[in-house]
């Protein structure tokens, strides 16, 4: 591992915006950093002056200005820029270095015509939607849900909710039912903004039933407005609005309420292993901090670049992606199949709209490998610069075919994250070299380590991700967690103090970083990620099932994997092929049809520790070849004899290829 696959041109600094940075720094801060590793030390030990820095250098805009920079740099509870007030909003909606008249958002998609909305026309719409809002009794602290795909209107909506001071959710309309209410039931949202449905390809999607069922499990709904996306003449459901009438013509002025640095912006949601999604609660501050931080410095991105992401509304990405403007970037938005009709149509789209950064998940990157595709044959790339790729690790294969089947002169960037900060911890930067199979470098203000078993940093091998320094964009908290508790054990349980993150990493000595997958047991299918918790209430809630068990088995190759359900049946029934299509059936309605199993098989019994944990990782690694005994602690076990059926198992199953080491 670790061909160097991108050297930085000579002149990155005179060319770049973390150039620029560090021209500010020596000339406002009297600081002078020799290279990437020493701006990175000084960024995670002086977080008073990084952080104040960003605050400076970017000219956020703000009502009351801070008192001081971090008041307590305690984990959990690090209180940053006490006493400022700011909107969220307002600083995206500036726009930096773009006219009036500059496209701003580019929207395509598989179920209408492309549109594009200029720095002005987003204003436009900004400013009504927000009155609309009011008028429907929205203000400070009231939740607005969307269940709406990538499209300009989700975008409007949460730049309308937060200019009031109000607080967006977003869920993607392919999510079920059940994962929707699981989620919003949480927050009581006053406002729901729905669409009618959407198109998947050439395949029409309905959702209007679903819609309703939402609209009947939320009681603290007071409108719901309809947005006609599938059927542009549907006529609106009952006692809805249409988006045309949130959207009306007014003379309101577009204001925006000067909220304090912590105050909820939005609400994400993070699927543990056992229980409801947990609701992240992130603030206006830290996530515009974040953003301008990693969009700016380590993205490179700024007025003249069109930054496109592949991500729904149901995930932290497209959170990422809508900030953009904030640094002066236009955004590319696309809803739809992006393997329709075939594998190529996102590098045309990119060509399409003149993208200069890309953004993708490795799966997706590792699929058009595996179709033999070369986008640079099929779309002209010229103006890309940048390749981003997150959602699960790249092996070297996938940066090896970037730059021979994409572009030689590109920075592949490779990033790692998560919805709980709303931002990549590790990724790529302008000033470093690009080597295959590794994610470049710590993100700025990121005090990434990886530690041992016993706690104790390690370098050069594989550890626990911890962050051992307090963030701004990590949450506020979560939602009705008034005393912190669940907070607590989701992040600061096992190191007190100290953010353990639940993915294996190994850093090296230049601080590349390699990530090998989640420490837990989170489903992750096509970008859309669910926690088994869900997946088994719903397998779970039919009467023929007693207990089940799910282990999603990736591919290296980077496909979709397999997922494999195990159900422990009610007595005397026997699985057979109208149960399984039952079970698929109520998973597609509940969930998503990506979490359809591609096989069910029928055990006697799931393993369970004594706690009554089940124990899908174990399960997993027996799958993939691990001893019985190397893969759970028996003592710990209820019901140990459960894993011999799983181990005979595998041994019928053929044996999955070796992956190649690179």
Same mark, same amino acid.
């Given at each position: 591992?670790?061909?160097?696959?991108?050297?930085?041109?000579?002149?990155?600094?005179?060319?770049?915006?973390?150039?620029?940075?560090?021209?500010?720094?020596?000339?406002?801060?009297?600081?002078?950093?020799?290279?990437?590793?020493? *701006?990175?030390?000084?960024?995670?030990?002086?977080?008073?002056?990084?952080?104040?820095?960003?605050?400076?250098?970017?000219?956020?805009?703000?009502?009351?200005?801070?008192?001081?920079?971090?008041?307590?740099?305690?984990?959990?509870?690090?209180?940053?820029?006490?006493?400022?007030?700011?909107?969220?909003?307002?600083?995206?909606?500036?726009?930096?270095?773009?006219? $009036?008249?500059?496209?701003?958002?580019?929207?395509?998609?598989?179920?209408?015509? !492309?549109?594009?909305?200029?720095?002005?026309?987003?204003?436009?719409?900004?400013?009504?939607?927000?009155?609309?809002?009011?008028? *429907?009794?929205?203000?400070?602290?009231?939740?607005?849900? =969307?269940?709406?795909?990538?499209?300009?209107?989700?975008?409007?909506?949460?730049?309308?909710?937060?200019?009031?001071?109000?607080?967006?959710?977003?869920?993607?309309?392919?999510?079920?039912?059940?994962?929707?209410?699981?989620?919003?039931?949480?927050?009581?949202?006053?406002?729901?903004?729905?669409?009618?449905?959407?198109?998947?390809?050439?395949?029409?999607?309905?959702?209007?039933?679903?819609?309703?069922?939402?609209?009947?499990?939320?009681?603290?709904?007071?409108?719901?407005?309809?947005? %006609?996306?599938?059927?542009?003449?549907? !006529?609106?459901?009952?006692?809805?609005?249409?988006?045309?009438?949130? %959207? %009306?013509?007014?003379?309101?002025?577009?204001?925006?309420?000067?909220?304090?640095?912590?105050?909820?912006?939005? #609400?994400?949601?993070?699927?543990?292993?056992?229980?409801?999604?947990?609701?992240? #609660?992130?603030?206006?501050?830290?996530?515009?901090?974040?953003?301008?931080?990693?969009?700016?410095?380590?993205?490179?991105?700024?007025?003249?670049?069109?930054?496109?992401?592949?991500?729904?509304?149901?995930?932290?990405?497209?959170?990422?992606?809508?900030?953009?403007?904030?640094?002066? =970037? =236009?955004?590319?938005?696309?809803?739809?199949?992006?393997?329709?009709? $075939?594998?190529?149509?996102?590098?045309?789209?990119?060509?399409?709209?003149?993208?200069?950064?890309?953004?993708?998940?490795?799966?997706?990157?590792?699929?058009?490998?595996? =179709?033999?595709?070369?986008?640079?044959?099929?779309?002209?790339?010229?103006?890309?610069?940048?390749?981003?790729?997150?959602?699960?690790?790249?092996?070297?294969?996938?940066?090896?075919?970037?730059?021979?089947?994409?572009?030689?002169? *590109?920075?592949?960037?490779?990033?790692?994250?998560?919805?709980?900060?709303?931002?990549?911890?590790?990724?790529?930067?302008?000033?470093?070299?690009?080597?295959?199979?590794?994610?470049?470098?710590?993100?700025?203000?990121?005090?990434?380590?990886?530690?041992?078993?016993?706690?104790?940093?390690?370098?050069?091998?594989?550890?626990?991700?911890?962050?051992?320094?307090?963030?701004?964009?990590?949450?506020?908290?979560?939602?009705?967690?008034?005393?912190?508790?669940?907070?607590?054990?989701?992040?600061?349980?096992?190191?007190?103090?100290?953010?353990?993150?639940?993915?294996?990493?190994?850093?090296?000595?230049?601080?590349?970083?390699?990530?090998?997958?989640?420490?837990?047991?989170?489903?992750?299918?096509?970008?859309?990620?669910?926690?088994?918790?869900?997946?088994?209430?719903?397998?779970?809630?039919? $009467?023929?099932?007693?207990?089940?068990?799910?282990?999603?088995?990736?591919?290296?190759?980077?496909? %979709?994997?397999?997922?494999? *359900?195990?159900?422990?049946?009610?007595?005397?029934?026997?699985?057979?092929?109208?149960?399984?299509?039952?079970?698929?059936?109520?998973?597609?309605?509940?969930?998503?049809?990506?979490?359809?199993?591609?096989?069910?098989?029928?055990?006697?019994?799931?393993?369970?520790?004594?706690?009554?944990?089940?124990?899908?990782?174990?399960?997993?690694?027996?799958?993939?070849?691990?001893?019985?005994?190397?893969?759970?602690?028996?003592?710990?076990?209820?019901?140990?004899?459960?894993?011999?059926?799983?181990?005979?198992?595998?041994?019928?199953?053929?044996?999955?290829?070796?992956?190649?080491?690179?």
């Amino acid at each position: 591992m670790g061909d160097v696959l991108w050297t930085p041109p000579a002149d990155v600094r005179e060319r770049s915006r973390i150039g620029a940075y560090l021209r500010w720094l020596a000339e406002h801060r009297g600081l002078e950093f020799a290279d990437y590793a020493a *701006l990175w030390e000084w960024s995670v030990t002086d977080l008073d002056g990084f952080w104040r820095s960003v605050w400076d250098h970017f000219g956020v805009v703000a009502h009351t200005g801070p008192t001081v920079t971090l008041a307590d740099p305690a984990m959990p509870g690090a209180r940053w820029f006490p006493g400022a007030t700011l909107n969220y909003a307002e600083n995206v909606l500036r726009m930096p270095g773009l006219g $009036d008249d500059d496209p701003v958002v580019i929207a395509h998609g598989q179920t209408r015509a !492309p549109q594009t909305l200029t720095a002005a026309e987003l204003r436009e719409q900004v400013r009504r939607v927000a009155a609309g809002l009011r008028r *429907l009794g929205v203000g400070p602290g009231d939740r607005v849900a =969307a269940y709406a795909p990538n499209i300009p209107e989700t975008y409007v909506l949460l730049l309308a909710t937060a200019s009031l001071g109000a607080i967006f959710s977003s869920c993607a309309p392919e999510f079920g039912t059940r994962s929707v209410t699981d989620r919003w039931r949480q927050i009581e949202p006053t406002v729901l903004v729905a669409v009618d449905g959407y198109r998947y390809g050439d395949k029409p999607v309905d959702r209007r039933g679903e819609v309703a069922a939402i609209r009947a499990a939320l009681p603290s709904l007071r409108h719901t407005v309809a947005v %006609a996306y599938l059927d542009p003449a549907g !006529p609106a459901p009952d006692g809805a609005v249409s988006w045309a009438e949130l %959207a %009306a013509p007014t003379d309101e002025p577009l204001t925006f309420a000067g909220v304090p640095f912590d105050h909820p912006l939005y #609400v994400l949601y993070s699927s543990g292993t056992t229980g409801l999604p947990k609701p992240i #609660v992130h603030g206006h501050g830290g996530i515009l901090l974040e953003h301008l931080k990693m969009l700016a410095l380590h993205h490179d991105l700024g007025p003249g670049d069109r930054f496109f992401w592949f991500t729904t509304t149901g995930w932290m990405m497209w959170n990422f992606l809508v900030s953009a403007p904030a640094v002066g =970037a =236009a955004i590319v938005l696309f809803d739809g199949n992006p393997g329709h009709p $075939d594998l190529g149509g996102l590098w045309r789209l990119a060509a399409e709209t003149g993208t200069t950064y890309f953004g993708t998940s490795a799966p997706f990157l590792l699929a058009c490998r595996k =179709a033999g595709l070369v986008p640079r044959e099929v779309a002209d790339l010229s103006a890309l610069r940048g390749v981003g790729s997150t959602g699960a690790p790249l092996p070297a294969e996938g940066f090896t075919w970037v730059y021979e089947a994409v572009g030689t002169d *590109l920075q592949l960037q490779s990033l790692s994250g998560g919805t709980d900060v709303c931002t990549g911890f590790v990724g790529g930067v302008p000033l470093l070299p690009v080597h295959a199979g590794e994610i470049t470098c710590r993100a700025l203000g990121a005090r990434v380590e990886a530690r041992s078993a016993d706690g104790t940093p390690v370098l050069g091998e594989l550890g626990e991700l911890v962050i051992t320094a307090p963030m701004p964009s990590m949450p506020v908290g979560f939602w009705n967690d008034t005393d912190g508790s669940r907070y607590r054990e989701a992040y600061f349980e096992l190191y007190p103090g100290v953010w353990r993150h639940g993915d294996w990493i190994t850093i090296n000595e230049r601080g590349g970083c390699v990530i090998t997958g989640r420490s837990d047991a989170t489903l992750n299918r096509g970008g859309v990620r669910l926690g088994t918790a869900e997946f088994y209430s719903v397998v779970e809630g039919l $009467d023929e099932v007693v207990d089940s068990v799910v282990v999603h088995l990736e591919d290296d190759e980077g496909g %979709a994997g397999e997922l494999l *359900l195990f159900v422990v049946l009610a007595e005397g029934l026997e699985l057979d092929d109208a149960l399984r299509r039952k079970i698929c059936r109520e998973l597609r309605t509940a969930l998503s049809p990506r979490h359809v199993p591609d096989e069910i098989h029928q055990v006697r019994a799931v393993p369970r520790t004594l706690s009554a944990k089940k124990l899908e990782v174990p399960v997993k690694k027996i799958l993939t070849g691990t001893p019985v005994d190397d893969a759970a602690a028996k003592g710990a076990l209820a019901n140990p004899e459960s894993l011999t059926a799983f181990a005979a198992f595998a041994q019928r199953r053929p044996a999955p290829e070796a992956p190649a080491r690179s």
